[in-house]
């Protein structure tokens, strides 16, 4: 049971998620052009932040894939959640550190605030068993009922992050790819800027 809820909680909340994240059509709308380390991580990261996420294609190289490629596609229309959760996003802040270079690499550390969601989704899915277990029983449930006892628990998580906020740090390595600088393995450093959510349902299937 545990385990189809996870998945259900989670479908939901990517489902929101990736309607900030439409296919690309091979070109970004965003030239990064020939930048500095330093700026391409600035660049990257506030595309991740604002939800331009289509935008991100622009700082990482060709060879890497779209960390947004997986998600599912949008099933769920729901305004004010996709509100709460763009505003969890645009509170996400950081710092970074100077570029240290190592051979054709180069590394740069950020400290970023973020919002712990795995612990947000955690309350949310055992929230949501007990609400099954009490209200459906070993019945037939009630998919509507749930799903809008689900979005009602999401809000009120992602209005009220301050027990979630956490300050980790980052670390972005770049490479040269066609005479300029790119981010390698976006979908780490996206999922940590986002408070692991990438990852959420990896980290259900270990515990169950």
């Not at 054709?104 to 929230?127: F, G, N, P, R, Y």
Request: with cysteine.
């Amino acid at each position: 049971m545990k385990k189809g809820l996870a998945a259900l909680c989670c479908a939901l909340f990517l489902s929101v998620v990736s309607a900030c994240a439409p296919a690309p059509d091979g070109v970004s709308s965003t030239n990064a052009g020939y930048l500095p380390p330093q700026d391409v991580v600035t660049g990257y990261f506030d595309a991740v932040i604002g939800g331009e996420w289509e935008d991100t294609l622009a700082y990482v190289g060709t060879d890497d894939t779209p960390f947004y490629e997986n998600l599912p596609e949008p099933t769920l229309e729901n305004d004010e959640l996709m509100a709460a959760l763009k505003e969890v996003f645009s509170g996400i802040t950081y710092t970074l550190s100077e570029p240290v270079q190592e051979n054709d690499t180069v590394t740069i550390e950020a400290k970023v605030k973020t919002v712990d969601l795995t612990k947000i989704m955690d309350t949310v899915l055992d929230q949501t068993i007990d609400y099954t277990l009490a209200t459906f029983g070993d019945g037939e449930v009630d998919d509507a009922a749930l799903e809008e006892y689900m979005v009602s628990l999401l809000l009120e998580q992602l209005r009220n992050t301050s027990d979630s906020r956490v300050e980790i740090t980052v670390s972005v390595t770049l490479k040269t790819q066609n005479s300029r600088w790119v981010i390698d393995h976006n979908k780490a450093v996206a999922n940590q800027l986002t408070g692991n959510f990438l990852t959420y349902f990896d980290h259900i299937e270990e515990d169950i």
